[in-house]
């Protein structure tokens, strides 16, 4: 009974089904002529007798003619009626002005088919991945590091005891498909000098989301809904973790936000408490990818936090899927100072296992002179790509344009996701040559 509801007033559907019906009339009746014009053949010598062409030659009769006129019609009035009726249904599920509806099946049929990548990482290197990928697949999921301690997010942990919410904010953001001021409103920071200064409206919603769901993960669902974002965002964990590092000089850092501050060689970093248990849906993701994607991004404070989750560096190792490095641009002050690429490899391999890695994918375009002048007075530098060294770990070297005029020093999204994407297909057929693809 249902469908009665369709014929409700104001429904704005009525108008075009009878047009519609109208049409398939018309088109009925223009065939029912056509094929039996032998039965009201006398008719048509009443009015018309026969249609000559200009060469003189009997061709059509004037039933024949009229009844393709009338298919011809009718036909012309169901699409039409068509097209209202999608337009209708559509301006109500989708409002949205500026999305065309071919676009929207293009995104749900098309989008859809593409590879399951799952993103691993934090911060702002990731974000500028998932912003690039999601125009060519949205089938992803960002498994999100939860060690952050500093700014809005860490005041939130401490105040709210939840899980820190800017990096998975920024993941949902970058994946969103909103209006332009949804995506400002949920970067917006509050001014002044009241509490709610410095903290972001989209760390506050989350926050009030995760009270009122009761859970971070099922906040992050709902918040997804609000953006539509295309793909998942998960958090590595649930739990409370902090992110301590053991220095060359065998000092030991607490605190994600301390660490780069402490100007010292990394040795290692760890997690406490040490055992962490992983979201499940986070290691589902893992295990059901058909490519993973570490980085870009900070490696010990971005990218590692995630790793030495329980459960999960592991289930990287374990995966058969396609396993990708991105490695960084330049070094970071303070935590990967001197860093060659295969050093940027190596670390992940000790802290996740020497299977977590399949191929690295590095900047090829020089990072331009007046930009590594201004970087190298900030003890940033470009990262030295050792091919060598690389081999020597096992490890394939795919080289990549990355990185635009106007901001070298990053990663551009559509440059990025364009070469994993390349990399993910070229690799699944078999090519040896990677950059020939």
């Not at 000559?52 to 009626?81: C, D, N, P, Q, R």
């Not at 953001?173 to 995506?183: I, Q, Y």
């Not at 990818?289 to 990287?316: F, H, K, Q, R, W």
Request: hydrophobic content about 45%; charged content about 20%; overall charge neutral.
């Amino acid at each position: 009974m249902s469908f009665l509801k369709w014929l409700y007033p104001g429904m704005k559907f009525k108008r075009w089904l009878l047009l519609f019906a109208s049409g398939v009339m018309l088109a009925s009746l223009g065939i029912a002529v056509m094929f039996n014009y032998k039965y009201i053949d006398s008719i048509e010598e009443a009015i018309f007798r026969t249609v000559y062409l200009w060469s003189g030659e009997y061709t059509y009769t004037a039933t024949g003619i009229i009844g393709s006129v009338v298919v011809i019609l009718g036909f012309a009035i169901m699409v039409l009626a068509a097209k209202f009726i999608i337009q209708s249904v559509v301006s109500v599920v989708y409002p949205s002005s500026s999305e065309k509806l071919v676009d929207l099946i293009y995104e749900k049929r098309m989008l859809g088919k593409g590879p399951a990548v799952t993103v691993v990482g934090g911060g702002h290197g990731l974000s500028v991945l998932l912003r690039g990928i999601k125009q060519v697949t949205t089938n992803v999921t960002a498994v999100v590091t939860v060690a952050d301690d500093g700014g809005s997010s860490g005041r939130l942990r401490e105040e709210l005891g939840i899980i820190p919410p800017g990096d998975l904010r920024n993941c949902l953001v970058a994946l969103a498909d909103t209006e332009p001021l949804m995506e400002k409103l949920f970067q917006h920071r509050f001014g002044g000098n009241s509490t709610l200064s410095g903290h972001s409206f989209g760390n506050l919603f989350i926050a009030a989301m995760a009270e009122v769901t009761g859970d971070v993960e099922t906040a992050l669902i709902e918040s997804s809904k609000v953006l539509a974002v295309k793909g998942r965002v998960l958090p590595a964990s649930k739990e409370h973790v902090r992110l301590d590092a053991i220095m060359e000089d065998g000092s030991i850092v607490c605190g994600e936000s301390a660490i780069p501050e402490a100007k010292k060689r990394i040795h290692r970093v760890k997690l406490y408490p040490e055992h962490v248990e992983a979201v499940q849906s986070s290691l589902d993701a893992i295990r059901d990818a058909d490519a993973i994607v570490l980085g870009p991004g900070s490696l010990y404070t971005s990218i590692m936090p995630n790793l030495l989750v329980e459960g999960i560096g592991d289930a990287i190792c374990r995966s058969k899927a396609i396993k990708i490095y991105v490695c960084n641009v330049m070094t970071q002050p303070g935590e990967t100072d001197g860093y060659t690429a295969s050093m940027h490899v190596k670390a992940i391999l000790d802290h996740a296992g020497r299977h977590a890695i399949d191929y690295v994918i590095v900047n090829s375009t020089p990072v331009p002179k007046d930009i590594r002048e201004m970087c190298a007075e900030k003890g940033s530098y470009p990262v030295k790509v050792d091919e060598e060294a690389l081999n020597a770990l096992g490890v394939g070297l795919i080289k990549a344009d990355l990185i635009t005029s106007k901001d070298a020093i990053h990663h551009d999204p559509k440059k990025l996701a364009s070469s994993v994407m390349r990399a993910i297909y070229g690799i699944k057929a078999g090519l040896d040559d990677l950059k020939k693809y």
